[in-house]
């Protein structure tokens, strides 16, 4: 019952102006995923990066299952399995970036160029529904709760990974 899985991964490709590089770059992500990418908008204006508020500037898609491990697996390849210990939340999440998609075996295409993107990745275990449902729902009881030693654990123990400690 408290076997650690994950919930979800979220793939981010934050291209920072909106137009033709950010239309490539969810065709990249729809390459990658088989599924349609939604855009993010910039919160408020900022004139020293040119975005205005409202301007689509990234797009990101929600992956579950097991295609998400299967993605995951091909990140962690790029990554050679080793993480920070900072790329780990207190929550038992962790995310990390690739700064080149065709490390995950994506043909390069001249027109497309070459995007990085940001993996985070979503822990659960069984009976988080509970926190989340509409009818009866309750907390989960903090034994229950994925904390950081917790996912660094099921990352080592899963992907044979390895964290380094933090550069601070």
Same mark, same amino acid.
């Given at each position: 019952?408290?076997? %650690?899985?994950?919930?979800?991964? =979220?793939?981010?490709?934050?291209?920072?102006?909106?137009?033709?590089?950010?239309?490539?770059?969810?065709?990249?992500?729809?390459?990658?995923?088989?599924?349609?990418?939604?855009?993010?908008?910039?919160?408020?204006?900022?004139?020293?990066?040119?975005?205005?508020?409202?301007?689509?500037?990234?797009?990101?898609?929600?992956?579950?299952?097991? @295609?998400?491990?299967?993605?995951?697996?091909?990140?962690? @390849?790029?990554?050679?399995?080793?993480? +920070?210990?900072?790329?780990?939340?207190?929550?038992?999440?962790?995310?990390?970036?690739?700064?080149?998609? =065709?490390? +995950?075996? %994506?043909?390069?295409?001249?027109?497309?160029? =070459?995007?990085?993107?940001?993996?985070?990745?979503?822990?659960?275990?069984?009976?988080?529904?509970?926190?989340?449902?509409?009818?009866?729902n309750s907390r989960v009881g903090f034994r229950h709760k994925i904390k950081r030693e917790d996912s660094v654990q099921w990352f080592q123990?899963?992907?044979?990974?390895?964290?380094?400690?933090?550069?601070?």
């Amino acid at each position: 019952m408290r076997d %650690i899985k994950v919930d979800k991964l =979220i793939l981010n490709c934050s291209v920072g102006e909106s137009g033709d590089r950010l239309t490539r770059a969810a065709r990249v992500l729809e390459q990658l995923t088989g599924q349609q990418p939604v855009y993010s908008k910039a919160r408020y204006t900022l004139r020293g990066f040119g975005i205005r508020r409202n301007e689509k500037i990234a797009v990101h898609v929600t992956v579950r299952g097991e @295609k998400a491990m299967e993605i995951l697996e091909r990140g962690l @390849k790029v990554k050679e399995y080793e993480l +920070l210990a900072k790329n780990f939340s207190n929550t038992g999440n962790f995310g990390f970036g690739i700064n080149e998609h =065709i490390d +995950l075996g %994506i043909k390069y295409d001249p027109t497309t160029g =070459i995007y990085g993107m940001d993996f985070f990745v979503c822990l659960t275990r069984p009976g988080a529904r509970v926190a989340r449902r509409k009818t009866r729902n309750s907390r989960v009881g903090f034994r229950h709760k994925i904390k950081r030693e917790d996912s660094v654990q099921w990352f080592q123990d899963r992907f044979e990974g390895v964290v380094l400690a933090s550069e601070e």
